[in-house]
């Protein structure tokens, strides 16, 4: 599975960013998340989603600010993320991996975008 991410950029504090995430295709039931990392920091979850019954799962700080959509005819991950805060910043990574349930943890993910970097100045 390859994965493919786009958007990003700079913005203001309190602005919007729009991510996307192409895979290239799914032989089974996944989940798809967002993840972002700072430098010296591990990866944390942002969101994810299961191609079965579209549950999302939000990190308790980003809930209610970033909302994760999945078409799952295109094989596209969304995020929008509003009232974004200069702690936002950071490289956004696309993830995915088969199977059921979306851990928080990045280990069980095998699939793996390149990254985007997100930046909030304030």
């Known amino acids: 599975v390859q994965l493919v991410e786009y958007g990003g950029g700079s913005v203001q504090a309190g602005g919007s960013l729009r991510l996307s995430c192409v895979a290239s295709k799914f032989d089974g039931p996944y989940c798809m998340g967002w993840f972002r990392q700072t430098p010296g920091k591990e990866r944390e979850r942002v969101a994810s989603i299961y191609s079965g019954d579209g549950s999302p799962w939000y990190d308790d700080s980003m809930r209610g600010r970033f909302t994760i959509s999945h078409d799952k005819t295109k094989n596209t991950l969304h995020l929008q993320m509003n009232s974004l805060k200069p702690e936002d910043t950071a490289r956004y990574y696309c993830?995915?991996?088969?199977?059921?349930?979306?851990?928080?943890?990045?280990?069980?993910?095998?699939?793996w975008g390149q990254g985007t970097q997100v930046t909030v100045s304030s």
């Open positions: 993830a995915a991996r088969y199977g059921g349930g979306c851990p928080s943890q990045s280990g069980p993910y095998n699939y």
